[in-house]
């Protein structure tokens, strides 16, 4: 099975930082790679998939690169309602459909 | 609009099981694949089952495999999961989603249902 590994576990900022969070395949996905933001008690969103493709709604501050085995989820100017959990997903040929361990983004 | 309803969970013993459905609505449900993804208290996020539009084939995680079953009913917008010989580790909040992409990704996410497996 592909394993993810997802750096930082979590990460400490500042309104108006730019931050980025790294997602490592154990072998290579080619761009099968979707990135989720969760806040407390709620259900997961959907924020990129296929690597770097925006979904509808989601604001432009998000970008998400990457190919391979290394992907980067990049916020540029965080706002207070990015501060949240978030997580890659591999989605590459059958499942299993594994998810990096989930970075926590914290208010400095 | 699209919606994803969880129900079934709740308090049960290790070695017993339970049924969990998840109700769709605001889309052709029969023409996604589904999937359930759970959450332990305060852990990340783990990939559990996924079915196709017609029900088959079906995937399991290694962690799940020979104990639970997907299924669904395309006619009543309903996807299942039937959980039996339930452990401790099964604790958590199980999602269902529904995949939007040729990407595997999913979207939307219902709110969940916890279970917890407890004597």
């Known amino acids: 099975d592909i394993q993810m590994t997802q750096s930082p576990s979590s990460l400490s900022a500042s309104v108006g930082d730019r931050v980025s969070i790294t997602c490592r395949a154990s072998?290579?996905?080619?761009?099968?790679l979707n990135w989720y933001q969760q806040k407390p008690g709620k259900a997961p969103n959907l924020l990129i998939n296929?690597?770097?493709s925006l979904q509808s709604g989601v604001p432009s501050r998000f970008s998400g690169s990457g190919s391979g085995t290394d992907f980067t989820l990049t916020i540029t100017s965080l706002q207070p309602e990015d501060f949240a959990t978030y997580y890659c997903?591999?989605?590459?040929?059958?499942?299993?459909?594994?998810f990096g361990q989930g970075t926590k983004l914290e208010i400095k | 609009q699209v919606q994803l309803v969880e129900s079934g969970g709740g308090l049960v013993k290790p070695g017993g099981s339970l049924r969990l459905s998840c109700a769709a609505s605001?889309?052709?449900?029969?023409?996604?694949?589904m999937t359930w993804i759970r959450q332990a208290p305060g852990k990340g996020l783990e990939w559990v089952s996924y079915i196709s539009r017609s029900g088959s084939p079906t995937y399991y995680a290694d962690s799940v495999k020979g104990r639970f079953t997907i299924s669904r009913d395309n006619a009543n917008n309903s996807l299942y999961l039937q959980m039996n010989s339930l452990r401790a580790e099964d604790t958590a909040v199980y999602y269902c989603a529904r995949r939007v992409s040729a990407y595997n990704s999913f979207d939307p996410w219902g709110q969940g249902t916890l279970v917890t497996v407890s004597s």
């Open positions: 997903q591999q989605s590459y040929n059958t499942p299993p459909y594994t």
């Open positions: 296929a690597a770097s």
């Open positions: 072998q290579s996905i080619s761009n099968y």
């Open positions: 605001g889309f052709t449900f029969s023409d996604y694949y």
